[in-house]
């Protein structure tokens, strides 16, 4: 008999619209979450303190303390939880700022609820953490620190360029799952960048250079993956 993963899986959400916070809620619990509600910045922050999370689930514009001041407060007080922003903001400088605060994923409202237990599932799995010395093993010499996007070999470091630092760090933290060409210019561009697929695939084709060619996976008209070994 197979136990429920679920069962001890708690997650902090915080969402001002409260009819909103309710239905996420009612929603999660029944896939077995335990889902605490905060309604404002500081309450959120406060809570973290006092408990124990599994995952953190953060609106932006939320009263007195936005979204992404409580996850970078969170992220510098050493608070690793895998956190989803959950948000009506959408422009690429708003993306921008949710992955620098410490973000692992950003879901836009409006959104199937569906879509957000794939988000929340994917991200338990994962054994991605915020510590600056943590580090992410690729091959057996070669090693990812998520916190500095940098990338090691026998512990020197190995240039890349901050796009592909932030390409791979995209690729390593959903392995085995493909990656738009949207998501990569999202997470790697800046708002005023001009994105060209042309660039995006010159990343790649460095990055596969010091991996190997067979690392990185193209699938046409979708996007690419970190194949798993």
């Not at 001890?8 to 809620?25: A, F, G, H, V």
């Not at 992404?68 to 608070?79: A, N, P, S």
């Not at 940098?150 to 240039?159: C, F, N, Q, S, V």
């Not at 690729?171 to 561009?189: D, K, M, T, V, Y």
């Amino acid at each position: 008999m197979q136990t429920n993963p679920l069962s001890r899986q708690k997650i902090l959400l915080l969402e001002d619209d409260e009819t909103l916070s309710e239905i996420i809620q009612e929603f999660l619990e029944e896939l077995g979450y335990e889902v605490v509600c905060v309604y404002d910045g500081f309450e959120a922050v406060d809570t973290a303190y006092d408990e124990a999370f599994d995952l953190y689930l953060l609106d932006i514009k939320v009263p007195l303390q936005n979204g992404f001041d409580v996850l970078k407060q969170l992220r510098h007080e050493g608070k690793e939880n895998p956190a989803i922003f959950i948000s009506s903001l959408s422009s690429i400088d708003d993306l921008s700022k949710a992955f620098d605060s410490g973000c692992d994923d950003f879901l836009r409202k409006p959104f199937e609820l569906k879509e957000l237990e794939i988000r929340i599932k994917s991200l338990m799995k994962r054994q991605f953490f915020h510590k600056s010395n943590d580090k992410i093993t690729i091959t057996k010499n070669i090693y990812f620190n998520p916190q500095l996007n940098r990338l090691y070999e026998d512990d020197k470091e190995i240039p890349l360029a901050r796009k592909e630092s932030k390409i791979l760090k995209m690729l390593l933290i959903h392995p085995g799952e493909i990656i738009s060409n949207e998501q990569f210019f999202s997470a790697a561009w800046d708002y005023d960048d001009e994105t060209k697929e042309e660039s995006l695939r010159t990343h790649i084709k460095n990055l596969r250079k010091i991996l190997g060619k067979e690392t990185i996976v193209n699938i046409r008209g979708q996007g690419y993956y970190l194949a798993q070994h």
